[in-house]
Structures are given as C-alpha cells and as structure tokens.
C-alpha cells in the first residue's frame, strides 16, 4: 500500500492551477501558429498572431492567458492501492485551488450557490472526478474552464434511429449557434454514449487530448476528421471575424448505452482550454 499525504496533493494542486491559467500547452500553441500559415482571411490571420503573441507574453510573465480563469475542473486518476494520510482528499484539492487562485492573482469567479450568487473568493469548490484504476498511480489533471466556451455546451439524447447522421448534425449546429462566443479558434470535444450524465463528462474529458494526436479507432478518427472540415467551413474564424479557422480540433469518446438511447454532448473549449496536469 502506498501513502500520499494530503500536503503534497494540496502543493500540487496548487502549481498546477498557476501553470494551466498561464502557460498555453504546446500542442495547441504550435496549431494555432501552424493555423496562421494556412488562415486565408487577413483578419484572422492577424487575430491569429495576436493569440501567439498573448501567449508567449502570458507564458514570460506568469501572467493569466484569458481574464477568465475558469471554475477550477479537477481529474484525478488514482489507484487502489494508494492510501491518503493526512486528511480529506477532496479538502487538500480545494485548498490547493484556494492558494493557487491566491499566490497566482487569479480571478475568484466561483459562487456558492446557483440561486444565491454569492463569490466564495477563493474559486473554491472545484468540479472534481475521480477515476479508480488497478495499482498505485495518482495522476491530476487541473482544467479550469471559462464560461464564455462552457455556456456554448449542449446535450441531446438522440433517437438510435438518429444514428451518424444525427450526431452530426447535432455536433454542427451546437458550433454554428456557439458563433463567436467561446472565443474560437475551438476545441469541440464530444461524448457519445453512456448516459446523460455520462456522455457530458465524456465531452469534457475529450478536451483534455492533445491537439493533433489521432484518435485510436479509425472510425471515430474519420468522423473527427469531417467534423473539423465542416466546421471549418462554417466561416466563423478566429474570434468570430471570419476565417478557416473556426476549430484547431474535434476529440471523441464513446461508451456503452442502452438500447432505446443515443446521448451525445459537445463540450467545447476556447482558443486556450487551459490544463496541466502532474503525478506524485
């Protein structure tokens, strides 16, 4: 049995909600520079370079890519053969949230109620799920996540009948209705599957893929593919002036459902969809 004490987890917590807020991960500021040699419309393309520049300004000074800086969203992957001393799990990931939100100057943007409205100030409670695997592993993925692109999000429970086709449709027009909002050039992660609470999870760990990195089966490698064409297509562009650059990728997970049901969630990320991620 392996012991992690709660200290650790918190100082981790901690570093990684500064490093996801200001440092862009690499594959997606190498696409969205890869994205500017190819961008046809000028003001995209300068928009483009813009979102570049922010980045690297945001990187050098430790300083928050977006004023946005997201209800702090939490994936731990934890063995079972791991034993935390110390205290709560669930409290060390909050206090590591409220000091990195702190130490980092980050903007507190979380309430304590969805009816009462009052700013916890400390970006405190985080959204956190746990996934428990064979072993001794303990992976966190911090993923603070923004409402102008999380208020883009949308759910259906499709008819099986529905089928591909359905999907697509949904998958498209969740984009075309989102317009400029999420602060595009987008990543659309997409939940296929499960329930309805499942596919929503689903479509929200989809983001955390790395931009270029192909999906393992070549059907759902195929349908990201023409989904990208498609919404590339719609003509948004960076920031919603216009352009060819709409999304930089679309990431899909899939699960067992029922046979009466076909959820599909599409969750979709800004320019940015901050994470960082860490092991102990």
């Known amino acids: 049995m392996r012991q992690i004490a709660t200290d650790k987890i918190t100082n ?9 807020n200001c440092v862009l991960t690499d594959d997606i500021f190498n ?7 190819t961008e046809k419309f000028p ?3 300068n928009i483009l ?19 946005d800086t997201g209800m702090t969203v939490v994936f731990i992957t934890i063995g079972q053969d791991v034993h935390i001393t110390g205290g709560s799990l669930e409290d060390a990931i909050n206090e590591g949230v409220r000091r990195g939100y702190e130490k980092g100057y980050l ?6 109620d969805p009816l009462n409205r009052v700013n916890t100030k400390d970006n405190t409670p985080a959204v956190i799920h746990y996934d428990i695997v064979p072993g001794d592993k303990f992976h966190i993925t911090v993923a603070p996540k923004g409402f102008g692109s999380e208020n883009m999000s ?14 697509k449709d949904f998958v498209i027009q969740t984009v075309s209705d989102a317009g400029a909002n999420p602060c595009p050039p987008i990543i659309v992660g997409v939940g296929i599957g499960g329930t309805m609470e499942k596919s929503a999870y ?15 089966d070549p059907t759902l490698a195929a349908l990201e593919e023409e989904l990208l064409q498609s919404i590339n297509q719609l003509g948004i562009g960076p ?5 060819t650059t709409t999304a930089l990728s679309v990431n899909i997970l899939t699960y067992a459902t029922h046979i009466a049901g076909l959820p599909v969630s599409v969750n979709i990320g800004c320019h940015a969809t901050r994470h960082a991620e860490g092991n102990l």
């Open 107 to 112: 903007r507190k943007s979380v309430v304590s």
């Open 43 to 45: 003001l995209g393309k």
């Open 12 to 20: 981790l917590v901690e570093k990684l909600c500064i490093e996801a």
């Open 239 to 243: 920031a919603g002036f216009g352009g």
């Open 202 to 216: 689903l479509s929200k760990k989809a983001l955390l893929r790395s931009v270029g990195e192909k999906n393992p």
């Open 154 to 167: 949308g759910l259906k429970m499709l008819k099986p009948s529905q089928g591909l086709q359905g999907i």
């Open 49 to 67: 370079n813009t979102l570049v520049e922010n980045a690297q300004i945001a990187k050098n000074e430790t300083a928050p890519i977006c004023q």
């Open 31 to 37: 696409c969205i520079k890869a994205c500017h040699c």
